[in-house]
């Protein structure tokens, strides 16, 4: 009954943008810190983001930082990773994943911390 969709994913150039979805049902989501994960193939998962309902600053890999910018909708559950200015270093699949905290910390995006739930992910693609 719980479920973290993904979409918004896809091929773009560089120097383009996307605006990931990520619509979560079958827990209380404002209990939640939500987060954005991605990994490629063979390499380690990396986290991306990190946004609270309304406790505290977002959280952004120094990665992303200045290009994507992470959002939620409380009434509607669901959360979106706006990225822009998209380099072919950015493909990966991307994941959401949610953790019943209170605020964003570094600390979920090491190996071995149990998030709650995870999506099942979505495929961004940026070429040359």
């Known amino acids: 009954e719980v479920q973290l969709v993904e979409s918004g994913g896809g091929l773009v150039q560089a120097g383009g943008s996307l605006r990931l979805s990520c619509a979560a049902s079958?827990?209380?989501?404002?209990?939640?810190?939500m987060t954005w994960f991605r990994q490629v193939p063979g390499k380690e998962r990396e986290g991306v983001s990190c946004?609270?309902?309304?406790?505290?600053?977002?959280y952004y890999a120094d990665s992303v930082k200045g290009r994507f910018t992470v959002s939620s909708d409380n009434a509607e559950n669901t959360v979106y990773l706006q990225m822009n200015s998209l380099k072919p270093e950015d493909t990966a699949v991307y994941y959401c994943?949610?953790?019943?905290?209170?605020?964003?910390?570094?600390?979920?995006?090491?190996?071995?911390?149990?998030?709650?739930?995870w999506g099942k992910g979505t495929l961004v693609t940026v070429s040359s």
């Open positions: 994943a949610a953790v019943r905290r209170t605020y964003c910390s570094t600390a979920y995006f090491r190996r071995g911390y149990g998030m709650d739930y």
């Open positions: 079958g827990f209380t989501f404002d209990d939640y810190v």
């Open positions: 946004i609270t309902n309304s406790h505290g600053s977002p």
